[in-house]
């Protein structure tokens, strides 16, 4: 899914030139512990860090304080890609650049999960259903067509390998009676670890 439905577009900006001052009542403002920087053609330049500049003096210049990102992510990037990024850069924030090179927005941890839960329909009221299946092409296919053949409209899957060459399978539906859910797999044979009601939020 593309990080733009979670991009945060308020965030804090500094310009190249900028006094640590400057930097520092802005990251006020925002009740943040960094700014985005930018160029002289409000282009990304890099990010500013509280914890960079801590020690300056209120009238230095940012310029030599700027880092820029080894990860940052492009619009059209997917949240998953972003995850991935965040995980390996251990980092608070990730900038969102345009094609142009212009700042649109950050992603952080809360995004990130507030993305993962939508991904997991975790939102949405339905059943979970998980699974073990053999990690091989088509036990999957299988239960996906138990389920659509029924009229049970899926709403998230997730898979998940474990060591014995077998995947757990999480699969959200949409359906307010486990019991029927479960004597439904149960007429097809297929065996399942647990069903659990969600309400969503």
Same mark, same amino acid.
Request: proline fraction near 5%.
């Given at each position: 899914m593309n990080v733009k439905k979670w991009v945060?577009?308020?965030?804090?900006?500094? @310009? @190249?030139?900028?006094s640590v001052g400057d930097a520092l009542h802005t990251m006020r403002e925002y009740a943040c512990d960094y700014c985005i920087a930018l160029d002289e053609e409000e282009k990304f330049d890099?990010?500013?860090? @509280?914890?960079?500049?801590?020690?300056?003096n209120m009238d230095e210049k940012i310029d030599d304080y700027i880092t820029f990102? %080894?990860?940052?992510?492009? #619009? %059209?990037?997917n949240v998953e890609e972003a995850? &991935?990024?965040m995980i390996e850069?251990? %980092?608070?924030? &990730?900038?969102?650049?345009?094609?142009?090179?212009?700042? $649109?927005?950050?992603?952080?941890?809360?995004?990130? =999960?507030?993305?993962f839960t939508e991904l997991?329909?975790? %939102?949405?009221?339905?059943?979970?259903? $998980? &699974?073990? =299946?053999?990690?091989?092409p088509g036990e999957l296919k299988r239960i996906i067509d138990v389920l659509a053949n029924n009229q049970v409209n899926i709403l998230s899957i997730l898979t998940l390998k474990d060591e014995n060459s077998k995947r757990q399978i999480s $699969? @959200?539906?949409?359906?307010?009676?486990? #019991?029927?859910?479960?004597?439904?797999l149960e007429i097809y044979e297929i065996k399942y670890l647990s069903i659990i009601e969600e309400e969503g939020f």
């Open positions: 945060v577009t308020h965030f804090p900006t500094i @310009k @190249k030139g900028a890099g990010v500013l860090y @509280k914890s960079s500049i801590w020690e300056a990102p %080894d990860f940052y992510v492009v #619009e %059209d990037s995850a &991935l990024m850069n251990r %980092d608070q924030i &990730l900038p969102v650049v345009n094609n142009n090179a212009e700042v $649109i927005g950050v992603l952080g941890v809360q995004e990130i =999960l507030e993305a997991s329909a975790m %939102d949405e009221p339905g059943i979970r259903i $998980i &699974l073990e =299946l053999a990690d091989r $699969i @959200k539906v949409d359906s307010d009676d486990p #019991e029927s859910i479960a004597s439904l």
